[in-house]
T-cell receptor
């Protein structure tokens, strides 16, 4: 089966660091994406991991451990505009369908 | 910057009616997708389309649904005999290549409300 788990909600303070975890069990794996989604809007690409390790991109970093079926998204220097849902998605199959987790709703407070 | 465009942004339809959701993928992209997101739930894969045919579809994508690329630019999702539970945000996406690392670009979505 296909299963992607991430926390439902998280809160953090402006300027702080937050880590959003994702565990997955899928029948195929071509990589893992993190997307940001504001309410009522489309998902927008944040990061991609296919090899184990850390990928850094400005204030955002993403980590992957394929043997553990585990990834995290790290957001540094949080800003109010980072309040959104963060979607973990596994790329699966020959035609690259994305299998999404339910998303983690992050609320950033002053 | 190239983007995926979807029309209409909102669609209200009566139960039992047919709707067509339209998408214009990014011009050099070859792989096209439809996803849906019921309010408060996760984004779900519906169908992928390549070389003018369906390459993969989910269990959700039953005979009620069909996709078409009627010309060189548009990619449509038709929902026949809509039901209340079809109310959702429908996202079109496209990617240039397949294989690892190819980012799917999402359109802004069509919010379908079935009444």
């Amino acid at each position: 089966g296909q299963n992607i788990d991430q926390p439902t909600e998280m809160t953090a303070t402006e300027g702080a660091i937050v880590q959003i975890n994702c565990t997955y069990q899928t029948s195929g794996f071509n990589g893992l994406f993190w997307y940001q989604q504001h309410a009522g809007e489309a998902p927008t690409f944040l990061s991609y991991n296919v090899l184990d390790g850390l990928e850094e991109k400005g204030r955002f970093s993403s980590f992957l451990s394929r043997s553990k079926g585990y990834s995290y998204l790290l957001l540094k220097e949080l800003q109010m505009k980072d309040s959104a849902s963060y979607l973990c998605a596994v790329l699966s199959g020959g035609y690259n369908k994305l299998i999404f987790g339910a998303g983690t709703r992050l609320a950033v407070h002053p | 910057e190239p983007e995926v465009t979807q029309t209409p942004s909102h669609q209200v339809t009566q139960m039992g009616q047919e709707v067509i959701l339209r998408c214009v993928p990014i011009s050099n992209h070859l792989y096209f997708y439809w996803y849906r997101q019921i309010l408060g739930q996760k984004v779900e894969f519906l169908v992928s389309f390549y070389n003018n045919e369906i390459s993969e579809k989910s269990e959700i994508f039953d005979d009620q649904f069909s996709v078409e690329r009627p010309d060189g630019s548009n990619f449509t999702l038709k929902i026949r005999s809509t039901k209340l539970e079809d109310s959702a945000m429908y996202f079109c996406a496209s990617s240039e290549l397949t294989g690892g690392g190819t980012e799917a670009f999402f359109g802004q979505g069509t919010r379908l409300t079935v009444v």
